[in-house]
């Protein structure tokens, strides 16, 4: 309704809108996190290091699946990066009762920022320097 009658303003509320949900998820994703700490070192670095390996595998496993054309190419890397982590914590929450699997998907949510932060920086140079005109 915004959009169609005042398409400046809905705009604008939507470029809030997006940095309140990602403050709000930060601080819960940190809050949690915080109040369990002690949890998160008895996962251990084995599980860590599957977790990040499976990241990473689903980012380059994206980005080689979708063909020649380069938006698609960076949108699969990144959508198959990062997993809908409040669905995961609702199931987990759901199913069980123990906080120990709580913590493995909020360390799994860790772990896909992790992956999925770098990635998308340098996907984003790569886009910068083909785009930068060819010397000559």
């Not at 994703?29 to 251990?44: A, E, M, N």
């Not at 670095?45 to 599957?50: M, R």
């Amino acid at each position: 309704l915004l959009r169609h009658h005042k398409p400046g303003a809905a705009e604008t509320a939507l470029t809030w809108l997006k940095r309140a949900t990602n403050l709000i998820f930060l601080m819960l994703f940190v809050g949690i996190v915080g109040t369990r700490w002690k949890l998160v070192g008895d996962v251990g670095l084995a599980p860590f290091s599957a977790m990040l390996l499976l990241a990473a595998l689903c980012a380059v496993s994206g980005y080689l699946i979708a063909g020649k054309n380069r938006e698609l190419r960076i949108a699969l890397a990144l959508n198959t990066t990062i997993r809908n982590i409040a669905l995961s914590l609702l199931l987990a929450s759901l199913w069980f009762r123990d906080d120990a699997t709580m913590m493995t998907v909020m360390i799994y949510g860790l772990v896909m920022i992790l992956v999925a932060l770098p990635t998308t920086l340098i996907l984003k140079r790569g886009e910068r320097a083909s785009a930068a005109p060819a010397a000559g």
